[in-house]
């Protein structure tokens, strides 16, 4: 089955430590996505990528970084400069022109 | 700016009787809507779809959306409730600008379906 796949599914992070979350799609799908989830306030674009070797900052990307050196993977780094890194990540995926996005179901990062 | 509002935190129905759920838009040129629920420390499931063509959209598990473009709302609406349809669920406009094509969401709406 075709789909989108976020790992782990919960993180702890220490202060000061940088973390990477997973996010692979078997879609073909050209345009990958990075959402940060907090309660009440929707979410909020962090990066996105219309193409392999090619990204942009969304509305909230400091303290974060991705890359996308294949078409199936965009993985996301919450560094220790995100000053509030828990919350809810979610990824997702679309062709080009945004006719459809599937979402994963989610990586829960938290701060220890 | 592209952006979506939901003016309503919670709304809360009991089983058996139709449900709204609120949106409304605000966007240069034609817009994509969208329509996603999310349970619990899940993603979001795809519900229906706004692009072009009838303005009544019909989607998955019962629900619909009107696209009006007078109001410029996307309600989503189901005939009748079950306690299962309790969720949060998301309203999203297509971004078209030069930051490609996300998703602006709205801040999401809580729905509570009481026996």
């Known amino acids: 089955d075709g789909g989108i796949t976020q790992s782990p599914k919960y993180l702890f992070r220490k202060e000061g430590q940088n973390v990477t979350l997973s996010c692979e799609q078997n879609?073909?799908?050209?345009?990958m996505y990075w959402y940060r989830q907090d309660p009440g306030q929707g979410l909020r674009l962090i990066y996105y990528s219309q193409i392999v070797n090619d990204f942009q900052k969304g509305d909230i990307a400091e303290g974060y970084s991705v890359s996308r050196e294949k078409k199936e993977s965009f993985p996301l780094t919450v560094t220790s400069a995100q000053k509030n890194p828990t919350a809810f990540y979610l990824c997702?995926?679309?062709?080009?022109?945004?006719?459809?996005?599937?979402f994963g179901s989610g990586t829960r990062l938290t701060v220890v | 700016a592209q952006s979506v509002a939901q003016p309503e935190d919670q709304v809360n129905v009991a089983e058996g009787n139709p449900l709204t759920v609120k949106c409304t838009y605000s966007v240069s040129g034609n817009p994509y809507l969208f329509w996603y629920v999310q349970y619990p420390n899940r993603g979001l499931q795809f519900l229906l779809k706004y692009i072009t063509g009838d303005n009544l959209v019909k989607g998955s598990y019962g629900f619909e959306a009107e696209f009006n473009k007078s109001q410029t709302s996307f309600h989503l609406k189901k005939p009748s409730a079950l306690v299962s349809d309790s969720a949060l669920y998301f309203c999203a406009v297509r971004e078209n600008s030069n930051s490609g094509y996300a998703l602006n969401f709205g801040k999401g709406t809580s729905l509570l379906v009481t026996p």
């Open positions: 997702a995926s679309s062709p080009r022109g945004g006719s459809g996005y599937t």
């Open positions: 879609l073909n799908h050209d345009a």
